[in-house]
C-alpha cells in the first residue's frame, strides 16, 4: 500500500488549501481514510477521517467548520479542505487508512487503528 499526499505550501492566515492523497495498493473503498497533522514540538495529532464509504466523517473540534475531508473511490483519492487557514494549523500533514471501513468515536483518533501512512505535507500559514 502507498499513499502521495501533496498540495501543501506556504499561505497566509485565512487562505484555503486543498491536501490530496493518493492511494494504491489495496481495495481503496474497502478502508476508512484519515488525516493527522504535526506541529514542531508536539505530537501527531488527528484532524479528520472518512469511512470507506465517504458516508461517515469526523473531525477534531479544532478544525471542525473550517476543513472538510471527502474522497473520490474511482481515483482512490482522499483529500482535505482547509479553509479560513490559522497559524496553528501550520505543521506536516499526513494521510493515513485505516484496517476497517469505518471506524467509531475516539477510535478514529487512535492512530494504531491505522496500518499505512504517507509520507506527509508541510503546510505553513503565516499571521
Known amino acids: 500500500v502507498q499513499l502521495q499526499a501533496s498540495g501543501g505550501g506556504l499561505v497566509q492566515a485565512g487562505d484555503s488549501l486543498r491536501l490530496p492523497c493518493a492511494a494504491s495498493?489495496?481495495?481503496?473503498?474497502?478502508?476508512?481514510m484519515a488525516w493527522f497533522r504535526q506541529a514542531p514540538g508536539k505530537e501527531r495529532e488527528f484532524v479528520a477521517g472518512?469511512?470507506?464509504?465517504?458516508?461517515?466523517?469526523y473531525y477534531a473540534d479544532s478544525v471542525k467548520g473550517r476543513f472538510t475531508i471527502s474522497r473520490h473511490n474511482a481515483n482512490t483519492t482522499v483529500y482535505l479542505q482547509m479553509n479560513t487557514l490559522k497559524p496553528e494549523d501550520t505543521a506536516v500533514y499526513y494521510c493515513a487508512t485505516a484496517n476497517q471501513r469505518i471506524l467509531s468515536g475516539n477510535r478514529w483518533s487512535d492512530s494504531s487503528k491505522y496500518g499505512y501512512w504517507g509520507q506527509g505535507t508541510q503546510v505553513t500559514v503565516s499571521s
Open positions: 495498493g489495496r481495495t481503496f473503498s474497502d478502508y476508512a
Open positions: 472518512i469511512s470507506g464509504s465517504g458516508i461517515t466523517t
